[in-house]
């Protein structure tokens, strides 16, 4: 039986859709539930907080080339009108 014991994903061949937002000067990464594009205007969970960020570019990825832990991530709540 294999397992990781980091917590990871080993594999289960889906491909994510990912957005780096920037959030007040800071870029974070979120799942893509919404189909923003690049120069989009979106809604983001930080902390307990909703915030305005621009998605500055986007990646289809596995679990295993995801920029940052599928288990840990969060999805951007809304696309924003332009």
């Known amino acids: 039986m294999i397992h990781s014991l980091s917590g990871g994903v080993i594999s289960d061949g889906n491909v994510y859709d990912f957005a780096k ?3 007040e000067g800071v870029p974070r ?3 893509n539930g919404c ?6 205007r979106v809604l983001v969970p930080v902390g307990y907080e909703s915030r305005e960020g621009v998605v500055e570019r ?9 920029p940052c832990s599928l288990k840990r991530t969060a999805q951007i709540s809304a ?3 332009k």
Do not use: I, P, S
Not at 58 to 66: D, K, L
């Open 35 to 40: 189909g923003a594009k690049e120069g989009d």
């Open 21 to 23: 937002v920037r959030v």
């Open 29 to 31: 990464w979120y799942l």
């Open 79 to 81: 696309v924003l009108e």
């Open 58 to 66: 986007v990646e289809a990825c596995t679990a295993q080339t995801a």
